[in-house]
């Protein structure tokens, strides 16, 4: 049976960059989305700049959207992984500050 996991992150990036280079678009965004979501933005980049050459002007830049919220959703959850790991001793701690003002409400 097929397994997705037991392949290597560098064989899902060759099949994604066949992909890309055949001009089957919905394969790489089906390999991107299910194997390397890193990718996800450069095949909506590659996507658009080929509808760009076909002229196809409208629906390159629905995918110039679409790069530019992948790319951007990626690197915000990256920087909140880095971010929350410093800050997360705060929030409990301004958590737990809040339950014991309320339970002496309470």
Known sequence: MFELGRYSPGLADACIDM???????????????????????DVHLQFAMSLEDQGRF???EVQIDGYCTAFCFESIVQMLLLVAC?????????????????????
């Open 19 to 41: 992909a890309l280079k055949r001009e089957e678009i919905e394969t790489a965004f089906l390999l991107s989305e299910s194997l390397a979501r890193q990718r996800l933005p």
């Open 58 to 60: 409208d629906k390159a």
């Open 86 to 106: 410093m800050w997360l001793p705060y929030i409990f701690m301004n958590n737990l500050r809040i339950f014991i003002a309320c339970m002496h409400v309470c």
